[in-house]
């Protein structure tokens, strides 16, 4: 009888730890690895993420394709992904990951340098093309859709004609790095409202701020 019970008990407790696809969210930055590329606008997609994480006191480890961050925020679990495949092969490690870990696209945000916004400016979008970012084109290839969700930040067009790979691959100005802590923190608070409140009241609460 004792042994009926505790199969009982075992059985609703592997049933109870399976955990809510829907609780689950994949936070990708892009960027390219690399000490020289570190500081450089293109990579504002590691920057964010790194921020984050240092926020939720935890670090990131490499694992496949990536490096990868696990934490909770608000009760749900958020993978941190920054993909190490460069920036033009990104998509492969955000399926990657999307499927290792049992994520609707729906709960995906892939945070991205945007020329067309001013620096520091925040746009979330729900879809859209990819601009000729080579990360978004990558990632839109791999799923098979350009209906997912992107976080965009400006990094300004301030180049010269010829000159957009150089800048988009140069270090920020010095008036640039002292504005980005707080254009970090607002960056942070955009993920946990994602997370928490949703891609609408994210979109309506941070747009354009």
């Not at 994949?26 to 590691?46: D, E, Q, S």
């Not at 709960?107 to 990360?135: A, C, P, Q, Y």
């Not at 970090?184 to 993920?191: F, N, P």
Request: proline letters at 2%; aromatic letters at 10%; a positive charge.
């Amino acid at each position: 009888m004792f042994s009926f019970f505790n199969r009982i008990f075992k059985q609703k407790e592997r049933e109870t730890s399976v955990e809510d696809p829907m609780k689950k969210f994949l936070i990708v930055g892009l960027g390219n690895i690399g000490p020289k590329y570190a500081n450089t606008r293109h990579n504002i997609g590691f920057k964010v993420l790194d921020a984050f994480a240092k926020a939720n006191q935890t670090s990131f480890e490499t694992e496949k394709l990536g490096d990868i961050v696990k934490t909770k925020v608000k009760g749900k679990t958020v993978v941190l992904l920054k993909p190490n495949t460069y920036m033009n092969l990104s998509g492969k490690a955000v399926r990657y990951w999307l499927q290792q870990e049992k994520i609707p696209i729906e709960n995906l945000l892939v945070i991205t340098d945007d020329l067309n916004l001013e620096f520091g400016t925040i746009r979330v979008k729900t879809k859209g093309s990819d601009g000729g970012h080579n990360g978004l084109k990558d990632i839109q290839a791999q799923l098979g859709t350009t209906t997912y969700n992107r976080f965009r930040f400006g990094i300004s067009d301030q180049f010269s004609k010829g000159r957009q790979v150089d800048y988009v691959l140069g270090e920020w100005t010095s008036e640039e790095e002292a504005a980005l802590p707080e254009r970090l923190d607002k960056s942070c608070e955009v993920i946990t409202s994602f997370v928490g409140a949703g891609i609408s009241n994210t979109m309506n609460a941070y747009n354009g701020k």
